[in-house]
Structures are given as structure tokens and as C-alpha cells.
């Protein structure tokens, strides 16, 4: 059965020459029908703009109006590029309950949006896109976005949705179509003239995780192309890495974080290798400021091919209104030899700086396990997104004949591209020991509030670092602690259990799960049964220290409030190795309860009975990279264990002393999943040698 028709138009025939025969989807302010063409035979789109009952008369006639002169350009923008969903026709319609609406009608098209690619391709297990396949895939859209900035249009709703696959994916270039109804301004101008969220309780005109500054507040000045330029950024970053550049949490939380200077999702930021020049084309194409932004796609485009030594982007038509807009212009393209880069992907390292033009090689200390290199985990998909996600995620392009500014007043118009001067060389490349991830300085809200948590996480306060560190990507390795160890610099990790009260039954049953014991079976295990003092020694001789409490919580939270690593999804077998159905089975086995209340915290079998090889669970690492930063073994910290005041903090080191040491992130044996809350926290005998503690290192960046 097809969706429920709120126009009630199945059935009816529109213009005399489209039957309207199903509801394809709706939003607040259009609905979508398939039609067929009675004289052509053919299926067609049906666009209806239902979204005017709430407005007068008078203001009425004035969106109609908008949304024919919106229809008109659209119209002569999609008879030029292939890429852009073509418009057929446009009219009026009233309908049985006596409703004027205005219609488009557009080509039917099959196939699937590329946010349903990839998710069903992440769902699959594939990998994510080389940096090559990315602008191979989405050339066809740029082209289209190239030509539309060129004539001062911009779109406003970048995102995977948007984006309409017509082939398969993986099979070098593929059509594409940017899907394009023509009413995005004209929602912006319904928005205006209502006071939206007053008289409609509308959503906003854009998606918030696909935002951008200007967009979320008008402070950062008028939205237009380079609205589009950074939306592309984000798209491409999610493409790259299997993670979406900006939280998809509240709209508030997908703010900050759109604006956070300090923190930029940049490819590197999200997890993946790229050279130092393509790093600066993104932190620049993300730029907080729009006049610091790329001012059109063709621009980003050529400056992106010039960093990876590629032929710039053929000039599409010719530039009929220069963008309104304060800011530079494009860079003269860099020519060479056509090489695409090869080998972006999750990273697990913050790349040394390399030579001019070479892709650096940067590998953690050991080889990348198989399920690393298989990629991030599940991309949600967004049909119920918070913003204004027209069926088929077909927003509309909207003409930029005057860009305002903040103040009302009309910015100049730029010089050409050819006039624009070169922008400086991009800055050099953070390094960080190998293996480590560099974590720039942030705020965020260390622990809850939530009254369902422990009162040792409250009360949630501000804590502000304003050092960038360097977080190991793994847990330590037994394979990483005996390369040191047998050096002296660390003691020999225990092979035994030893903690206040242990029983002999618990030294028979978890004795044999200090990995030490097995040193090639279990190398690429988290190191065990290791002391405070142990895990201390072995960061110095690294020349690194154990991360202090604040730094641990935010490299796995990040500044989102996101309630895991992972996002707010509940802890499941696939994200992280706690306590399923395999733990309580080797329990069972050994006649002893690991989880010590009965019970497992998921149903099904994450394939590790204990302790998992590190990486084995990349779809449940933090925003930054940081893997197995819940589950697998509790990590040791710097901190002395004391209870949080509400006071905000500056690189807090904890107390001076104390009882005990602080452990995070719950371990293999975990069954609540409040012990993998990233503001969970527990303490500990700094003598304690466990089979369920380990620990990584950290050190402040210095660049």
C-alpha cells in the first residue's frame, strides 16, 4: 500500500495530462506524487507545495509568485546540466478541500539517494572511499553546482540525500542526479513571513547536520554558494570516512559544533589519511567564516584536483552574475601529472609531514586488523530528520541576485578568478608518535546531570583544554608492552591476578586470561594484569604519560554530549566487546559469574569471550578515531580518584593525592551499559593487577 494521500489527489488528473496514481512521500510543505503523462506514456514527479493554509491571501499570492520565478530558473538551470533533476513543467492546482497550491513536475528517476548507498554499503561491510573514488563519484554534481554558482544560484541543502545515484556506486563514474524541486526559498520565505516556529512550528529550511554556520545563525553573515562549499566538505568527509562530520543530535549540539573553531570536521579530524595539502583544502572549504570559505564549488573543486595533482575542472559556461560576496577568490589551479591519491581511509595515526606531493605512510605499531580496514560502522539513515528533508531529500535551489549582509547592506562584487591572488601554502602537517591520534583543544561538559546516572558522574561541569594532545588510536598491545619491557624500561606485566580479596576461584578462573601468558596467540590483544605503576613506566619510556581523566572523557565523548563514543545508540555486539552472550556462556563454563550481577548487557554473541584484538570494533570508536575506548579492558588514567565539584575546570590534573587511581571504559565483562558511558568512572588500587585493566598512552602536542 502506498503512503496516505493528505492532498487527495490519487486518482485525479492534473492539467489535463498527469494522473496522479501514488504518494511517494511527504513533508510539511510539499508532497510528492508518481504520475504518468497521458500523452508521452511516461512516468513523471509531481511536486505540491501544500504548504501555504497558514498564510493570507495577500501572502499567498506573494510565495506563489516566488515559487514560479523559482520554477522559471530552475527550469532554464536543468536544461544545462544533465546532473540536475530535470524540471518539465510548472502550474497551480486547487484542491478538493479547496486549497491553491502551486506544482513541478520533474523527471521520474530510478534508483536510490547516495545517503541509502551508503548505508547499505557500510551495512555490507565495504570500506569507505578512496580520496580518488570521492571525486570520481561526485564529479558529475560539482559540474552542476559549478554552473549554478557561476550564474550566482545556490542550492542550500547539500547532502547525501540530495544526491541520486543512477548506477552502481562502485563502478568508477556513475550518473548522478542533484535532486532539485525549486522551493527551498521559497520555504525560507514562508519561514520569514510567518515567524515559522510561532504560527506553523515548522522545521528549518536546511539540514542541521548538514548546516553551516551562516545557516544556523545569520551572525556569520548571508548564505549563497559558499553555503553549498561547505556542505560539499562535510559530504565528501562522510565519504571518506563512514562518519558524519557534524553530531546529528539536537540541533543546538549540531550547531556548536558547526561553528567550534576549534575543532573543524576535517578529513584528519574524522579519521582519515590525507596528504597536508588536501587537509588545507578542506579546513579552508570548513571554514567557521564564510569570506574564509571557497566562494563556489568550482573553486573548492579546482583547488581539491590541484592537491592531488590533477587536471583542474573544465570551466562550465560562462559566469552570468558574479556572486555577492565578501571574501577572496579562487586560486589559480596547480597542474600536473593526472595521479589520484589512493589509501584514504579510517585513520589510526596523525601522519608525519611529508615530501611535496607524497602521500604519507603512516601505520599503527602493529598491522591494521582485517575489521579496521573494513571501515566505520551503520550510517543512519535520515528519513526522520529534524530539518526540512522534502521527500527524497529533494530540496530546491534558490537565486542569489542580492546576498545581504547581516547589517542589510549589499556586499561588493569580487574580482574573477583570474584576478584572484594564490592563498598562502597550507600550514604544516601535525605529528604526533606513531600510532597516536592528535586531538585539538576543545570545551565540553565532563560527567551528568542525567538522574539516572551515578552520583559519582555528577554534577556535569565545564572543562576547558586548551593544549592539543595525543591519544594512542589502540589500547596497548601485549606485543607493543613486551617490545618495551624486555628493554627494562616497564616491568614484565603479571601473569597472575592480584587484588584484595580475591578467591581462589576467581586465581583459577581468570588467571589464565592475563594475555602475557600467550604472547603470539593474543600479541595484538590490550595488555592485562598490569599495576597504575606499570602502565605509568611504560608511557614514559615511550615518551608519552598515561592521559589524565578530562583528556580520556573527551576523546571519547568529544564536545557533543553525545551519551557513547559511538553517538546515543544503545551499546549492541557490533559496536563494542562487552558482555554478551559468549561471556556468560565462558561463565557458565567456569562456574562463575564475570559480570557479578547475573546477567549479560546484550543478547547477542560479539565473537570474544574476553579480551578481542584491538580494532576489532570500529564501528563503535569515538569521533576522533579512538578505538575500544569502552569495552575490551578498563584503561588507566593519570587521576587520583576525588568527586567532581561543579565548579569549571582548566586542564584539570585531578588531586594532588589520593587512595586511588581512577580507571575508565568498562571491560570484555562489562553487562551495564552504564559502565561504557564515556562519564562513567571507578577507582582502583594503583597495585591492582587485573585481567580486565589495561590502559594507552597520551602526550601533550607540541608541535
Excluded at 557458565?588 to 548487557?601: C, H, Y
Aim: proline residues 9%.
Amino acid at each position: 500500500m502506498g503512503a496516505a494521500d493528505p492532498l487527495d489527489l490519487i486518482g485525479t488528473t492534473i492539467a489535463g495530462k498527469y494522473t496522479v496514481e501514488r504518494v511517494v512521500g511527504a513533508s510539511v510543505y510539499a508532497v510528492v506524487y508518481k504520475a504518468t503523462h497521458l500523452i508521452w506514456k511516461r512516468p513523471v514527479a509531481i511536486k505540491v507545495f501544500s504548504g501555504l493554509a497558514n498564510f493570507s491571501a495577500s501572502e499567498r499570492t506573494q510565495l506563489l509568485d516566488a515559487f514560479i520565478h523559482e520554477s522559471t530558473l530552475l527550469a532554464d538551470l536543468s536544461a544545462r546540466s544533465a546532473a540536475i533533476c530535470q524540471a518539465r513543467d510548472v502550474g497551480s492546482l486547487t484542491t478538493n478541500a479547496g486549497l491553491s497550491a502551486p506544482y513541478m513536475v520533474l523527471e521520474w528517476l530510478e534508483g536510490r539517494t547516495l545517503d541509502a548507498v551508503l548505508a547499505d554499503e557500510s551495512a555490507r561491510g565495504l570500506p569507505p572511499r578512496t580520496l580518488a573514488q570521492v571525486v570520481t563519484l561526485l564529479e558529475p554534481v560539482v559540474t552542476a553546482l559549478a554552473l549554478a554558482h557561476r550564474k550566482g544560484i545556490a542550492h542550500r541543502d547539500i547532502k547525501p540525500a540530495n544526491v541520486f545515484v543512477l548506477g552502481d556506486a562502485r563502478e568508477g563514474a556513475c550518473p548522478l542526479k542533484l535532486l532539485d524541486f525549486g522551493i527551498a526559498k521559497v520555504v525560507q520565505d514562508a519561514q520569514t513571513m510567518a515567524s515559522a516556529f510561532e504560527r506553523t512550528n515548522s522545521p528549518t529550511s536546511f539540514t542541521p547536520t548538514y548546516g553551516t554556520p551562516e545557516q544556523f545563525s545569520r551572525a556569520h553573515g548571508p548564505t549563497g554558494p559558499w553555503t553549498d562549499v561547505f556542505a560539499l566538505a562535510l559530504v565528501m568527509g562522510e565519504m571518506l570516512t563512514g562518519r558524519e562530520g557534524l553530531p546529528s543530535g539536537s540541533v543546538t549540539q549540531t550547531g556548536y559544533a558547526a561553528t567550534d573553531k576549534q575543532v573543524r570536521p576535517t578529513p584528519r579530524t574524522l579519521g582519515a589519511i590525507v596528504t597536508d595539502e588536501v587537509e588545507a583544502v578542506f579546513r579552508k572549504a570548513l571554514a567557521v567564516s564564510p569570506q574564509e570559505r571557497y566562494q563556489t564549488a568550482g573553486e573548492l573543486w579546482n583547488e581539491l584536483r590541484g592537491a592531488m595533482h590533477m587536471d583542474p575542472l573544465r570551466r562550465v559556461g560562462t559566469t552570468d552574475t558574479p556572486p555577492f560576496v565578501a571574501g577572496e577568490g579562487p586560486a589559480a589551479p596547480r597542474r600536473g601529472d593526472t595521479l589520484p591519491l589512493e589509501g584514504a581511509g579510517p585513520r589510526v595515526a596523525v601522519p608525519f609531514t611529508p615530501p611535496p606531493a607524497l602521500r604519507p605512510d603512516v601505520a599503527p605499531s602493529e598491522p591494521i586488523p582485517a575489521a579496521v580496514a573494513r571501515g566505520a560502522g551503520l550510517i543512519a539513515l535520515r528519513l526522520g530528520a529534524v530539518a526540512l528533508v522534502l521527500v527524497g531529500g529533494m530540496a530546491g535551489f534558490f537565486v542569489l541576485l542580492r546576498a545581504s549582509a547581516p547589517d542589510g547592506a549589499t556586499p561588493s562584487a569580487q574580482p574573477s578568478a583570474t584576478q584572484s591572488p594564490t592563498p598562502p601554502s597550507p600550514p604544516p602537517a601535525a605529528t604526533c608518535a606513531k600510532g597516536a591520534i592528535l586531538i585539538q583543544p576543545g570545551t565540553f561538559y565532563m560527567g551528568s546531570d542525567d538522574r539516572e546516572d551515578f552520583e559519582f558522574e555528577r554534577p556535569a561541569h565545564r572543562v576547558v583544554l586548551r593544549e592539543a594532545f595525543c591519544m594512542d588510536a589502540f589500547e596497548v598491545t601485549v606485543a607493543d608492552y613486551i617490545a618495551v619491557s624486555d628493554t627494562g624500561a616497564a616491568g614484565p606485566a603479571g601473569q597472575t591476578n592480584d587484588w584484595r580479596g580475591i578467591t581462589a576461584a576467581e586465581r583459577q578462573a581468570f588467571d589464565p586470561l592475563c594475555n602475557v601468558r600467550a604472547p603470539e596467540d593474543r600479541a595484538r590483544h590490550p595488555i592485562n594484569c598490569v599495576t597504575w605503576d606499570m602502565a605509568e613506566a611504560y608511557c614514559a619510556a615511550k615518551r608519552m604519560r598515561l592521559p589524565t581523566e578530562a583528556e580520556w572523557e573527551y576523546a571519547a565523548r568529544g564536545p557533543d554530549g553525545r551519551k557513547y563514543p559511538w553517538g546515543d545508540e544503545l551499546p549492541s555486539a557490533s559496536l563494542l566487546n562487552a558482555c554478551g552472550k559468549e561471556c556468560v556462556d565462558w561463565g557458565k563454563m567456569n562456574r562463575l559469574d564475570p559480570t557479578g550481577i547475573g546477567r549479560a548487557m546484550y543478547p547477542d554473541d560479539d565473537g570474544f569471550p574476553t579480551t578481542a584484538p584491538v580494532g576489532s570494533f570500529p564501528a563503535g570508536k569515538s569521533r576522533y578515531g579512538i578505538q575500544d575506548v569502552v569495552g575490551n579492558v578498563w584503561e588507566w588514567v593519570k587521576d587520583w580518584y576525588a568527586p567532581y565539584t561543579a565548579d569549571e575546570r582548566t586542564d584539570p590534573r585531578g588531586p594532588e593525592s589520593g587512595k586511588e587511581r581512577v580507571i575508565r571504559g568498562g571491560a570484555w565483562n562489562g553487562a551495564m551499559a552504564a559502565w561504557v558511558r564515556p562519564t562513567f568512572r571507578y577507582h582502583d588500587a594503583q597495585t591492582k593487577r587485573s585481567h580486565g585493566i589495561g590502559f594507552r598512552c597520551a602526550a601533550t602536542f607540541a608541535p
